[in-house]
């Protein structure tokens, strides 16, 4: 038999997700997982990248609606890359933190998408902050969120150190976002993670069947 939705029972694309970002000593990495899904059951896509640049040493992370999280990046680009014209400067990365707040507030009714901003600039060295629903700003040396984040805050309480190396910390990120994509059901496919230091960035991709195993999958 035939069904047919109405719009009220038909459901936004969300990311889905886990996303995570850590201070280490000299820098910040900030990673996440790259599934999309639908009310929260049906993947839709496997191969989304939610670390998404929105300057040179910035970079942020997105959960919620996804269209809805890809229209506030796309503006805080532009944003961001008409205030480092006129300040003849690059941004600070709490004034790309702010744009995403202010984003997010000011539509806080229409939206649902929420922020991890991580990066380096010259005043604060490292830094990561967290942009949640309607607006809230909040700075942390170490977060994580979405729907996979749930069933690993005891692993970050107990393994997240200050000061660790870039080693560590790369190590620390990717086992966290192994152990949520192990567990939640829309989260997975690979590993997308970002390292900023002063010197620049670099990009890091573990396919899922390199990912670390902690229990039989």
Known sequence: MEKHYTGSQVKGVSTGTTILAAVFDGGVVIGSDSR??????????KTINKVIQVHDQIFCC?????????????AAKFHLSFHSIQMETPPLV??????LKDLCYKNKDELQAGFITAGWDRKKGPQVYVVALGGMLVSQPVTIGGSGSTYIYGYVDAKYKPNMSREECLQFATNALALAMGRDNVSGGIAHLVVITEKGVEHVVVPGDKLPKFHDE
Request: hydrophobic share 50%; charged share 10%.
């Open 36 to 45: 999309a899904s639908i009310g929260g059951e049906y993947v839709s896509s």
């Open 62 to 74: 997105m959960a919620g609606s996804l269209a809805d999280a890809q229209a506030v990046t796309k």
């Open 94 to 99: 709490i004034s790309a933190a702010s744009v």
